[in-house]
Each structure stands twice: as C-alpha cells, then as structure tokens.
C-alpha cells in the first residue's frame, strides 16, 4: 500500500507542476495580450487612428508609442535615398527635425531614425508609411502628425536641396523629383 501512495504522490506532485507550468503560460499570454492592447490604445491617442487595420499596420511597421513621432519623417527619408544613399547634409537637417519632433539622442526614436538612415527602409515601408500618414491627415482632429501635407512635402523640397547642385544649379536631382511629385501625390490624394 505504500508503494500505492508514492506513486499516486508522484502523479499528484505531476499533475500540479503540469498545471502550475499551465497557469504561468496563460498569465503570461494574458500579460502579453494586455500590453499589445495598451500599446494600441497608446497609438490611437497618438496618432488620432481609430480603424483597427490601420494599428495593426503601424505595429507591423514597427512603429511603437516611443517611435510614432518618426512616421510624418518616413517620406523625408524616402527622398533622402532617391539617389541611393543619404548625404550628411542630408542626415543633419533629417536629424534636426526629429530632435524638434521630440527624438531625444539615444531613444528608442533616435535609434530607429538611426537605422532608416544607414540603411535603406523598404518601398512598402515607404509606401504604406506614407498612406499612414495620410489617414492620420484625413482624421477630423486636425492630425496628430501635427504637420500638413504642404509642409511635410515642403520638409522633403528641403532634403532634397540639402546636397545637390553646384552654385545652386540643378539642385534637386530628377530621382529626387521623381520621390517628390509621387509624395506629394500620395500625401494631397482624397
């Protein structure tokens, strides 16, 4: 009878491993489905998105409550790598706007903005960035891009200039123009 009850103590001490194991994964998937939940309510607030579609889209960008501040910046980077590679004229003036959007040095932004400018995002990330930002345009708030169409598009006139030209001839390059007029259209589009 004894060795009965060792082993209906070894199945009991199995199964409630097997179940304390079960629990810890379900608290950790209900943790993990709370802070996804946050993370959205966190982007809508800041972005004035509210369609479920266009949030998934942004986290599946990678955007986050601590990098959303880069999204008006996609376009201008995109027109900083129209001639293939982005100049440091180009990166300083990139790099200054991010700082007066709120991109303090070594954050997860500043990091972020980092990388799009060493290496190229992209064409999708460019183009679904930019219906993006249109979406956040159209919102009847006003934009938590906190930036027009024009002047966005007026940012990317000014990367575009920032390198080129010799005497201030020839300025913007025909690829760089190319990136404009199609920013430009995607971003005053109804």
């Known amino acids: 009878?004894?060795?009965r009850d060792g082993l209906t103590d070894q199945a009991r001490k199995r199964e409630e491993d097997y179940f304390r194991k079960r629990d810890r994964e379900l608290i950790e998937k209900m943790r993990q489905a709370a802070a996804?939940?946050?993370?959205r309510r966190d982007l809508e607030?800041?972005?004035?998105?509210?369609?479920?579609?266009?949030?998934a889209d942004l986290e599946e960008l990678g955007?986050?409550?601590?990098?959303?501040?880069?999204?008006?910046?996609?376009p201008i980077v995109q027109v900083a790598w129209a001639e293939g590679g982005v100049s440091e004229a180009?990166?300083?003036?990139i790099v200054q706007l991010a700082r007066a959007r709120g991109a303090e040095a070594g954050s997860?932004?500043?990091?972020?903005?980092?990388?799009?400018?060493?290496?190229?995002?992209?064409a999708d990330v460019f183009t679904r960035a930019t219906r993006l930002i249109r979406a956040m345009l159209d919102q009847p708030a006003g934009a938590?891009?906190?930036?027009?169409?024009?002047?966005?598009?007026?940012?990317?006139?000014?990367?575009?200039?920032?390198?080129?030209?010799?005497?201030?001839?020839?300025r913007?390059?025909?690829?760089?123009?190319?990136?404009?007029?199609?920013i430009a259209e995607a971003l005053k589009a109804k």
């Open 90 to 93: 180009e990166r300083k003036l």
């Open 45 to 55: 607030a800041k972005t004035g998105l509210h369609d479920p579609a266009l949030l």
């Open 172 to 182: 913007i390059s025909a690829e760089e123009r190319t990136a404009l007029e199609r």
């Open 1 to 3: 009878m004894a060795e």
């Open 144 to 170: 938590a891009v906190d930036l027009n169409a024009d002047e966005l598009i007026k940012y990317c006139e000014n990367i575009a200039a920032a390198s080129g030209g010799i005497l201030g001839i020839g």
């Open 108 to 122: 997860a932004a500043d990091r972020q903005l980092g990388e799009w400018l060493d290496r190229r995002p992209s």
């Open 63 to 74: 955007f986050t409550p601590d990098t959303i501040t880069l999204l008006p910046l996609v």
């Open 36 to 39: 996804a939940e946050q993370t």
